[in-house]
């Protein structure tokens, strides 16, 4: 093992501590089902922040996007982190409206019955929409965890299953107390994010000879993103759209931005701050801190290109940064960066695992077991909450052990198809009265199948496929709209007053099974 | 030459951000409704916090 190695591995064990005492003490503070699920609705703003800063960093940002900059040039900060710094920008307007009910949803699903089938106690569209929040989470925490396992051994010499293992236990310890746990664990993490990218970007900088050196170098370059292949025309990292087209680039950009504002571990973060302002105020601020992290990702990926000009072969350009943090800066800033990698996989990781738990138990088992509402029955799905969230850590595990995926793409593809099933339930329900669940049902479907049909057959006309896939959704749910019936005043008068009926509330309560 | 259009769209999202964020403020704000988190200031969102004595 080398010098470089051990510091790397010092460094990880002092944040493998850090984070198992924030994990425990955090975890000792939950008391209901409530407070596993959503931190029972009281969360305050510089927690939230925290949490919404670092459940956006996930690898597809820290690696992804240096990567994707690196490979498809300067149309990346348009195609992702315009995508995404839209969705946060508008998410005001979504948090706002969760967040407004007296009694709010506890997850996304609920959400979903609770807007679209309040009288219906088995409800189809909440198994639904948590069956579909079940496997898309799932391989979001699987892309994590690969991700993470690759970069740890790479760079330490530790065996990949075994970096996969130590991610699982961070993973179970982080999860096991819950919301509130998972929140204090991000907000550390979003701080060692935050820290880590800055040191790699100083590095990269002083190595470059400073910014104006790297933006000569991206203008004129020829480098192939890796050895032996086709070399690049010049200039091309440095054009409106790059190596991507505009059409491609165009639709990466609506996949992030509207994919991400229905995605629906964010709908569920809006039901945890204390009240509706909050939920809107913690996206603001952390859009504006973002920032703080953007930058020195996007310098890293085009000062990657000066210090690196072409990958090794079969090194796919979501590792640059990490090939980076070995070759080119010094082991204790490269340990720090690594750390932030670190971070990213795990405050990403641990809300899918979350969130998988939850629909699993709280909306899938609890919902089609029916029955009365008690104090032992929560004491029993919080326990339950707890196993499956380990043995889906597991599970993922086991998956990630086996195979490979570009990362922000993979994101990407699943943010994509959450935006074209979601995108018309969530904005149509929040802001249209007479959006029913014939209308939900309708475009979540289409909006699917759709997706799935232009990532495999290709979009019609050369149009970005979010655009005909979410465009197609938008027709089903206003057909719904015309031909179905118009909602029960119950399942939209929270979202749409400030002052509701008894009724509404009684059935809001009904919904969520509150021991009263 | 690097085109400057990924940026400059950049910042015009922040302030489209920030343009969206006043709205929403500024509605809940005119609710005067504490349980929303009206404040009678457009970036706090605590109701609880002016209750508090001061020391």
Known sequence: MTTKSIIYLVVFVIYFGFIIITSIQSSKKVETMSDFTTGGNKMGLLLGVGTSMATWLSVASVMGVPGNIYSRGVCAVFGWVGGWFLATGLMPLVAYKIRRPEVPSRTFPEFM?????????????????????????????????????????????????????????????????????????DTLNACLILVG?????????????????????????????????????????????????????????????????????????????????????????????????????????????????????????????PRLIMDHINPVLGALALTAICAAAVSTANSMLLHCSTSLI?????????????????????????????SLGVIAVICAIGQFSLLADGFTYVYGAFGSMFFASIWLGLYVKRMNKEAA????????????????????????????????????????????KKPPLEAYESYFSDHVSAKTIEIAHKIRKDVV | MVSMFPFIAWIVIILIGLVVYLIVATKIEK????????????????????????K
């Open chain 2, 31 to 54: 609710s005067g409704l504490e349980r929303l988190g009206a404040t009678g200031h457009l970036f706090t969102c605590n109701p609880e916090a002016k209750k508090k004595p001061k």
């Open chain 1, 113 to 185: 019955r609770t807007r679209y089938d309040p009288y219906t106690e088995k409800s189809p569209i909440q198994i639904f929409s948590a069956v579909i929040e079940l496997v898309g989470y799932f391989v979001f925490s699987y892309i994590q965890i690969q991700g993470f396992g690759i970069v740890f051994s790479t760079l330490t010499g530790v065996p990949y299953a075994i970096a996969c293992l130590f991610f699982m236990v961070l993973l179970i310890f982080t999860c096991m107390g819950g919301f509130e746990s998972v929140a204090a664990t």
């Open chain 1, 441 to 484: 049902f309708a475009s979540m479907i289409v909006g699917l199948i759709a997706y799935i049909y232009c990532m495999v057959a290709g979009s019609p006309f050369g149009l970005p496929a979010f655009i005909v896939s979410c465009g197609l959704s938008l027709v089903a749910a206003v057909v719904g709209i015309l031909v179905g």
């Open chain 1, 197 to 321: 990218v800055i040191a790699a970007m100083v590095a990269v900088l002083t190595e470059c000879g400073g910014i104006g050196a790297i933006f000569q170098n991206f203008a004129t370059t020829t480098a192939p993103t890796t050895v032996g292949g086709e070399p690049l025309v010049a200039g091309i990292l440095g054009t409106n759209w790059g190596t991507l087209g505009a059409s491609v680039c165009i639709s990466y950009f609506l996949s992030n931005c509207f994919g991400s504002t229905v995605a629906p571990h964010w709908v569920s973060r809006f039901m945890a701050p204390r009240n509706a302002k909050t939920a809107a105020l913690q996206m603001f601020l952390v859009m504006v801190a973002l920032i703080a992290v953007f930058v020195p990702l996007i310098t890293i990926g085009m000062g990657g290109k000066m210090l690196m000009p072409s990958l090794p072969e079969g090194v796919t350009s979501d590792y640059m940064f």
């Open chain 1, 362 to 390: 709280y909306d899938i088992k609890r919902v089609l077991k029916g029955g009365e509402a008690s104090e032992e029955e929560d004491a029993k799905t919080t326990k339950q909450l707890r196993v499956t969230i380990l």
